[in-house]
């Protein structure tokens, strides 16, 4: 008896003979049958109890047949033997398990059985009966199929003991609770009985077999061969699975990646995904022709690692005809093929590697899908078989091209995406500065990453040299995504720098920008829906030589100072309304900021994700600047370029995931500096123009001063020729203003009329006329912008062009 089966087991005479023809195993009813004791025959050659010749070793998982025996006192008894192998195990070998009924228990023929015959009567399919040991009955003539053995033979085994496999002692323990219970139960099992050549799912019912007194007197079981209806559910699964786990992401390689997921091991043992590489353009390919050459995207197999494969994720494989995969493409259908095909066979020849892995790994059964998507042929799915013993059937080859189109839509709509994001990341890297100008008011360095999983948007910075030293910073955010929010990007740009050329306020600025986005939303707008054209900016003009610094934003992020010696704050101004609202007015913030302070611009993709909140993002990013200002040598005070562009680097690696940015991110870091009182110089001119020959000379005595003498004589023509000017058509009082650094001098004259000058071209029988005409010819560049008390109008002379 065991805890599992509590009943007599001397009924059936059992031993077990390990793989090397040992006897491990020996029962009491194989003593009672033979009359030898356990402890003579464990650990010696089965062969010594066979009487005659010996079976024919079996070459499957089954054999039965009749044996001639040796008994203790040497008489020979023929019996019909039962015997099922199990497979080696970590802890055990190898090993067949022998069974042969002693007795069977039922009446002899003829006897009225009421129990089994009722039993029989009532089932309409398979069907056999256990009394209350367990032991077999009754088996009607379904049952004796699927058993493959007949009644007579196995009459008086128990479940486990004709079965043989795993699945069957599971169905003796529920046998038995149900046989305890009186309680009915099914049982869903997959497996290969003795009468099929392959495994078949099977809907086990089992039910108590009561008397006339309602006693229990054994289990009647009916057997359904359910298969159908579980590889129909196993089937929708895999296309539910496939709808959900591919194209998650609108990345090729890791949606091809997902098929071959989806596809192992549920359908195949190893599965590989080549794509035919995009055509320039995205163009059509031309018809496809032998040889053809694929890159692997992906692979996946049983085997951790992928043994199996010969072509690494990556990597081009030119495929020539006879290969499924050509033939697959070439013909636009689905192909099954086996190792000893005559195409296959050909093309394995050819290919040393792959056939060593045919053959090593005992691939029996192959598969190639085309993958197509409207009308495209993008590449091809292999799937192949090995481990599963069953090659692939008609119902597989409609679930693979089935999974495999919803796959082709996903890659061909990643490869679509991938065209665009690529054309409006080029259109976007292309309206974006390729390097800072290096100006005399501050040091700058940037960043510029795009989404890694949404489309390119419409970030930009800028860093625009302005008149008298100055310099203009912006930052900005147009809404959107794709090339239309990087086309309208390169336009606000281009708006931003021309409004930047003729000096408006930062304030007046994001006005005229506010209607510029105003007149592009109209544009965009169509059949009288309005347009979806929106942005936020932000404006600060540093001034090096008053070492103000002018903001104002629309909607934008505010900006982050750190002063020299400081802690990293954020800068507070009004927040104004967002570009393209219209009609509301901006406001303008003014600070003093030492030299060597760091101004941080910076979009929102910085600091908002779905991680965190805004403020905390913020507060990394005043983390991450302070730490920099403490490692960075001299920091905030003459710290060059280097420390900001570590500066840069270090706060993206603290506030940006590993993985990429879900939205762009912009970061223009500025270190200001301070243009030396030393270095500019100023007179009040009064309105005399005989005193404009003085003034020449007090400029010259300057230049002189600053070692600029080679500058003089240009710098003469031009002080002369603005302050003549300004004397006759401006309004008093009047200022000239001389500032220089190592590589330019600037002249300005302000007076308090805001009339600006305009250059042309004088006739020859004009007395005057060419005096600008000879300050454009003159100087690196010329202009004049208005200010709250006038206008000034200045000139930049080139200082390495007077050398």
Same mark, same amino acid.
């Given at each position: 008896?065991?805890?599992?089966?509590?009943?007599?087991?001397?009924?059936?005479?059992?031993?077990?003979?390990?793989?090397?023809?040992?006897?491990?195993?020996?029962?009491?009813?194989?003593?009672?049958?033979?009359?030898?004791?356990?402890?003579?025959?464990?650990?010696?050659?089965?062969?010594?109890?066979?009487?005659?010749?010996?079976?024919?070793?079996?070459?499957?998982?089954?054999?039965?047949?009749?044996?001639?025996?040796?008994?203790?006192?040497?008489?020979?008894?023929?019996?019909?033997?039962?015997?099922?192998?199990?497979?080696?195990?970590?802890?055990?070998?190898?090993?067949?398990?022998?069974?042969?009924?002693?007795?069977?228990?039922?009446?002899?023929?003829?006897?009225?059985?009421?129990?089994?015959?009722? %039993?029989?009567?009532?089932?309409?399919?398979?069907?056999? +009966?256990? !009394? @209350? *040991?367990? &032991?077999? $009955?009754? #088996?009607?003539? =379904?049952?004796?199929?699927?058993?493959?053995?007949?009644?007579?033979?196995?009459?008086?085994?128990?479940?486990?003991?004709?079965?043989?496999?795993?699945?069957?002692?599971?169905?003796?323990?529920?046998?038995?609770?149900?046989?305890?219970?009186?309680?009915?139960?099914?049982?869903?099992?997959?497996?290969?009985?003795?009468?099929?050549?392959? %495994?078949?799912?099977?809907?086990?019912?089992?039910?108590? +077999?009561? !008397? @006339? *007194?309602? &006693?229990? $007197?054994? #289990?009647?079981? =009916?057997?359904?061969?359910?298969?159908?209806?579980?590889?129909?559910?196993?089937?929708?699964?895999?296309?539910?699975?496939?709808?959900?786990?591919?194209?998650?992401?609108?990345?090729?390689?890791?949606?091809?990646?997902?098929?071959?997921?989806?596809?192992?091991?549920?359908?195949?043992?190893?599965?590989?995904?080549?794509?035919?590489?995009?055509?320039?353009?995205?163009?059509?390919?031309?018809?496809?022709?032998?040889?053809? *050459?694929? &890159?692997?995207?992906?692979?996946?197999?049983?085997?951790?690692?992928?043994?199996?494969?010969?072509?690494?994720?990556?990597?081009?494989?030119?495929?020539?005809?006879?290969?499924?995969?050509?033939?697959?493409?070439?013909?636009?259908?689905?192909?099954?093929?086996?190792?000893?095909?005559?195409?296959?066979?050909?093309?394995?020849?050819?290919?040393?590697?792959?056939?060593?892995?045919?053959?090593?790994?005992?691939?029996?059964?192959?598969?190639?899908?085309?993958?197509?998507?409207?009308?495209?042929?993008?590449?091809?799915?292999?799937?192949?078989?090995?481990?599963?013993?069953?090659?692939?059937?008609?119902?597989?080859?409609?679930?693979?091209?089935?999974?495999?189109?919803?796959?082709?839509?996903?890659?061909?709509?990643?490869?679509?995406?991938?065209?665009?994001?690529?054309?409006?990341?080029?259109?976007?890297?292309?309206?974006?500065?390729?390097?800072?100008?290096?100006?005399?008011?501050?040091?700058?360095?940037?960043?510029?990453?795009?989404?890694?999983?949404?489309?390119?948007?419409?970030?930009?910075?800028?860093?625009?040299?302005?008149?008298?030293?100055?310099?203009?910073?912006?930052?900005?955010?147009?809404?959107?995504?794709?090339?239309?929010?990087?086309?309208?990007?390169?336009?606000?740009?281009?708006?931003?720098?021309?409004?930047?050329?003729?000096?408006?306020?930062?304030?007046?600025?994001?006005?005229?920008?506010?209607?510029?986005?105003?007149?592009?939303?109209?544009?965009?707008?169509?059949?009288?829906?309005?347009?979806?054209?929106?942005?936020?900016?932000?404006?600060?003009?540093?001034?090096?030589?008053?070492?103000?610094?002018?903001?104002?934003?629309?909607?934008?992020?505010?900006?982050?100072?750190?002063?020299?010696?400081?802690?990293?704050?954020?800068?507070?101004?009004?927040?104004?309304?967002?570009?393209?609202?219209?009609?509301?007015?901006?406001?303008?913030?003014?600070?003093?900021?030492?030299?060597?302070?760091?101004?941080?611009?910076?979009?929102?993709?910085?600091?908002?994700?779905?991680?965190?909140?805004?403020?905390?993002?913020?507060?990394?990013?005043?983390?991450?600047?302070?730490?920099?200002?403490?490692?960075?040598?001299?920091?905030?005070?003459?710290?060059?370029?280097?420390?900001?562009?570590?500066?840069?680097?270090?706060?993206?690696?603290?506030?940006?995931?590993?993985?990429?940015?879900?939205?762009?991110?912009?970061?223009?870091?500025?270190?200001?500096?301070?243009?030396?009182?030393?270095?500019?110089?100023?007179?009040?001119?009064?309105?005399?123009?005989?005193?404009?020959?003085?003034?020449?000379?007090?400029?010259?005595?300057?230049?002189?001063?600053?070692?600029?003498?080679?500058?003089?004589?240009?710098?003469?023509?031009?002080?002369?020729?603005?302050?003549?000017?300004?004397?006759?058509?401006?309004?008093?009082?009047?200022?000239?203003?001389?500032?220089?650094?190592?590589?330019?001098?600037?002249?300005?004259?302000?007076?308090?009329?805001?009339?600006?000058?305009?250059?042309?071209?004088?006739?020859?029988?004009?007395?005057?006329?060419?005096?600008?005409?000879?300050?454009?010819?003159?100087?690196?560049?010329?202009?004049?912008?208005?200010?709250?008390?006038?206008?000034?109008?200045?000139?930049?002379?080139?200082?390495?062009?007077?050398?």
């Amino acid at each position: 008896m065991s805890p599992e089966y509590p009943f007599d087991e001397a009924a059936t005479a059992r031993a077990a003979v390990d793989d090397s023809g040992v006897l491990v195993g020996w029962n009491a009813g194989a003593e009672r049958l033979l009359g030898w004791p356990g402890g003579e025959v464990l650990g010696r050659p089965a062969a010594r109890l066979l009487a005659g010749a010996g079976p024919p070793r079996p070459d499957g998982i089954r054999w039965h047949g009749t044996v001639t025996l040796r008994h203790r006192d040497g008489r020979e008894i023929p019996r019909w033997l039962v015997a099922h192998h199990r497979e080696p195990q970590a802890d055990r070998p190898g090993r067949w398990l022998l069974f042969s009924p002693l007795d069977d228990g039922t009446p002899p023929p003829g006897t009225d059985d009421p129990l089994a015959t009722a %039993a029989l009567v009532q089932s309409p399919c398979a069907v056999a +009966v256990y !009394d @209350d *040991r367990l &032991r077999l $009955r009754r #088996v009607n003539a =379904a049952m004796a199929d699927v058993i493959g053995l007949p009644e007579e033979r196995v009459r008086g085994l128990r479940l486990a003991e004709i079965g043989g496999r795993p699945q069957s002692e599971e169905l003796e323990r529920r046998m038995l609770q149900v046989l305890t219970t009186g309680r009915p139960a099914d049982v869903q099992t997959y497996l290969r009985t003795g009468g099929e050549e392959r %495994a078949h799912a099977w809907l086990a019912r089992m039910a108590p +077999v009561t !008397d @006339d *007194r309602g &006693r229990v $007197r054994g #289990v009647c079981l =009916a057997a359904h061969d359910i298969t159908e209806n579980v590889l129909a559910r196993e089937r929708l699964q895999i296309v539910n699975e496939a709808s959900v786990r591919i194209g998650t992401t609108l990345d090729v390689t890791r949606t091809a990646q997902e098929l071959a997921d989806v596809f192992v091991p549920a359908l195949a043992d190893i599965v590989s995904v080549d794509l035919l590489d995009p055509q320039e353009h995205g163009e059509p390919p031309s018809p496809l022709t032998a040889p053809v *050459r694929l &890159r692997r995207s992906a692979h996946r197999s049983v085997s951790p690692g992928t043994p199996e494969a010969v072509v690494e994720p990556g990597a081009q494989e030119p495929y020539p005809e006879g290969s499924p995969q050509a033939d697959s493409l070439i013909t636009g259908r689905t192909i099954l093929a086996a190792p000893a095909t005559a195409g296959m066979e050909a093309w394995l020849a050819g290919d040393a590697a792959r056939a060593r892995r045919v053959r090593e790994f005992g691939i029996h059964s192959t598969m190639s899908v085309p993958i197509q998507a409207r009308g495209l042929t993008l590449g091809v799915a292999v799937l192949r078989r090995f481990r599963r013993q069953d090659p692939f059937t008609p119902d597989d080859v409609l679930l693979a091209e089935e999974v495999t189109a919803r796959a082709a839509v996903c890659i061909d709509n990643a490869r679509r995406y991938s065209r665009e994001r690529d054309t409006a990341l080029a259109l976007q890297r292309s309206l974006l500065p390729r390097t800072l100008p290096r100006t005399a008011a501050v040091d700058a360095a940037s960043r510029y990453l795009p989404a890694a999983r949404a489309g390119v948007g419409g970030d930009w910075f800028d860093v625009i040299p302005l008149s008298g030293m100055r310099v203009a910073l912006v930052v900005g955010d147009v809404v959107g995504q794709g090339i239309q929010a990087s086309a309208t990007m390169g336009r606000l740009r281009t708006a931003v720098r021309t409004l930047a050329d003729i000096d408006l306020a930062p304030d007046e600025l994001l006005t005229h920008l506010d209607d510029l986005v105003v007149r592009l939303s109209a544009e965009a707008g169509g059949d009288g829906s309005p347009g979806e054209v929106g942005a936020t900016c932000l404006y600060a003009v540093y001034d090096p030589v008053s070492r103000c610094c002018a903001l104002a934003r629309a909607g934008h992020p505010p900006p982050m100072v750190m002063e020299p010696g400081g802690t990293p704050r954020q800068i507070t101004m009004p927040a104004g309304p967002p570009l393209g609202v219209g009609g509301l007015p901006f406001e303008s913030t003014e600070l003093q900021l030492p030299e060597g302070s760091v101004l941080a611009f910076y979009t929102d993709g910085l600091t908002e994700s779905r991680e965190r909140d805004t403020e905390t993002g913020r507060r990394l990013l005043r983390e991450s600047m302070a730490a920099c200002a403490e490692r960075a040598p001299g920091a905030g005070q003459g710290a060059d370029g280097a420390s900001l562009d570590e500066t840069c680097d270090r706060v993206l690696r603290a506030l940006l995931p590993v993985g990429g940015v879900a939205d762009d991110v912009a970061l223009l870091l500025a270190r200001t500096r301070g243009l030396p009182a030393s270095q500019v110089e100023t007179w009040h001119i009064p309105p005399d123009p005989a005193l404009v020959a003085p003034i020449r000379k007090q400029v010259v005595d300057q230049l002189d001063a600053w070692g600029l003498q080679e500058a003089a004589f240009t710098a003469e023509l031009v002080v002369s020729e603005l302050v003549t000017n300004a004397i006759r058509y401006g309004a008093h009082p009047i200022r000239l203003r001389l500032i220089h650094d190592e590589v330019t001098l600037i002249c300005e004259v302000s007076d308090t009329s805001h009339t600006a000058p305009h250059l042309r071209r004088a006739k020859s029988w004009d007395e005057g006329g060419r005096g600008l005409l000879l300050v454009a010819q003159l100087t690196q560049r010329w202009g004049s912008r208005h200010t709250s008390e006038g206008k000034t109008i200045w000139a930049e002379i080139d200082l390495l062009a007077q050398l």
